[in-house]
């Protein structure tokens, strides 16, 4: 039986510390963190992912303000909010909800985003820094997954990590996370011969696929840290309800791996923990607080 790796406890602690400095932002500098939330159309999971972000902030002391667009918004009058929050100096941190309705070219509007306010770190010179070391804004999922991997683990130096899925979200910027912490890093996706012979290589196997249940048992290294990213909903036909599930079979994981994380409650938390974590990052980097 591996050990679960309490992703929801670990959020906990680090919000219970931001609050902490949020709460002595506000007192010495006079600097109230406000991140904006921007969700366009009505996508059931969007909302109810802001609303949990939302009350996040309110636990923290963190102003947020939400811009609730129609789907029927235009590109153009997006990238005019955008512009406009851009300029408020009262806002420390804008993130726009994905998927955007397919009227909207994504790239576009997370360009738009001035690059110290782009708390998701997904603006292209985000990217491009994480890529040459040069740290900003870093994408949370990776981010509060990295944060659980250090404190499961320690120094991950010459680990060999596998990670599977290769989004600009997620696979992407964690395997550049991992090979900074001088990890051996290997990138898997749908053209990936043989996965689960690569994922039996893995000392350390993140999955990002967004299939339920994909990674086996049996691909897992005995004694492996497992990473499970995915958020699928499924039917369970003897509850007779939607639940939620991730990319790992967890069940059969967890009589192989040495740690893995649970869905829910496991790298779900640690996303929203990480992005008040870089909403007061940003806000005291522009307020020029070290
Ligand atoms: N916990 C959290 O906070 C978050 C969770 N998620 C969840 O993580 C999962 C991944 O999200 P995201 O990265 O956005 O998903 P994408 O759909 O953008 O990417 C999925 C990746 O998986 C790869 N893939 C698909 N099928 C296979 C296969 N049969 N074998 C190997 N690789 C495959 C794809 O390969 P290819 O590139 O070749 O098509 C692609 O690179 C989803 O379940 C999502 O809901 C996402 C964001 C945050
Ligand atoms: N611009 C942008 N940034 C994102 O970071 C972003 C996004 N768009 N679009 C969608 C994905 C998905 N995502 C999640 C965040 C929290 C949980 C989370 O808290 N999950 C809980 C359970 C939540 C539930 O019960 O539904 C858990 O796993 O325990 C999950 C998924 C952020 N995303």
């Known amino acids: 039986m591996s050990k679960l790796i309490d992703g929801k406890a670990f959020a906990d602690r680090l919000c219970d510390k931001l609050a902490d400095e949020v709460a002595s932002l506000k007192q010495d500098k006079q600097l109230s963190p406000c991140i904006a939330v921007v969700?366009?159309?009505e996508d059931p999971a969007s909302a109810t992912y802001v609303g949990a972000k939302v009350r996040r902030c309110a636990q923290l002391g963190i102003d947020s303000r939400s811009h609730h667009l129609d789907d029927t918004t235009s590109e153009a009058e997006l990238l005019s909010?955008?512009?406009?929050?851009?300029?408020?100096?009262?806002?420390?941190?804008i993130l726009v909800q994905l998927p955007v309705p397919k009227q909207i070219n994504s790239?576009?509007?997370?360009?738009a985003i001035s690059p110290d306010k782009d708390v998701d770190g997904f603006h292209i010179s985000n990217v491009g820094a994480l890529s040459v070391?040069?740290?900003?804004m870093v994408p949370c999922t990776p981010l509060g997954s990295l944060m659980l991997l250090q404190d499961e683990l320690g120094d991950l130096s010459g680990k060999n990590a596998v990670v599977v899925g290769r989004s600009n979200i997620v696979g992407k910027?964690?395997?550049?996370?991992?090979?900074?912490?001088?990890?051996t890093v290997t990138i898997a996706h749908s053209r990936t011969q043989d996965l689960p012979e690569v994922c039996r290589g893995a000392d350390i196997l993140v999955a990002a696929v967004g299939i339920p249940h994909f990674i086996q048992g049996d691909?897992?290294?005995?004694?492996?840290t497992v990473i499970d990213v995915g958020i699928n909903r499924i039917y369970d036909e003897a509850l007779e309800k939607n639940r939620l599930v991730g990319d790992v079979d967890f069940d059969a994981a967890k009589e192989v791996a040495g740690a893995i994380t649970p869905v829910p409650g496991g790298v779900g938390p640690m996303t929203i923990a990480c992005l008040m974590y870089n909403t007061v990052r940003a806000a005291k980097n522009q307020a020029g607080i070290a």
């Open 39 to 41: 969700l366009v159309g």
């Open 81 to 93: 909010l955008i512009d406009d929050l851009n300029n408020d100096p009262e806002v420390h941190g």
């Open 107 to 111: 790239d576009a509007v997370i360009n």
């Open 133 to 136: 070391g040069q740290n900003n």
């Open 173 to 183: 910027p964690m395997a550049a996370l991992l090979l900074q912490q001088s990890c």
């Open 219 to 224: 691909w897992i290294k005995p004694g492996a």
